[in-house]
């Protein structure tokens, strides 16, 4: 009998501009990309958090969960600190998930550029998708 934890499962993207097409869209393809890469369903969310820095205000991010699906699970999002050496126009997602696996078997996607937020958990068991390539676990 496996034993279900509440997990965190991460991610984040960047935008080239503030406008609320791109806000929501990118924020789409990540949660879309987490989703996948973890077999993610609605059902086993207890809730999701979003954020975006300082200099992204144009739409609510959370608003993407409609995009792919989900209309049951607790949202909420928020305004990240800002920081002089911070990654701008960034959305991150972190999913509290009901799950049996192990923390070392989820896999953390970070997507356009925003692998520079955590060069320390690459390559291990995670998922990296940028413009110019993708590496897997």
Partial sequence: MSVLMC????????????TAELIVSATAELLGAMIAANGIEEEQVASVFFTTTPDLNMAYPAQAARKV??????????QEIETPNGLPMTIRILIHWNTSKTLNEIVHVYMHGAEKLRPDLYPK???VLSDEKEKQP
């Fill in 7 to 18: 997990r965190g499962v991460r991610g984040a993207t960047t935008v080239s501009d503030n």
């Fill in 125 to 127: 068991n995670k998922l």
């Fill in 69 to 78: 699906g989900w209309w049951s699970v607790a949202l909420i999002g928020a």
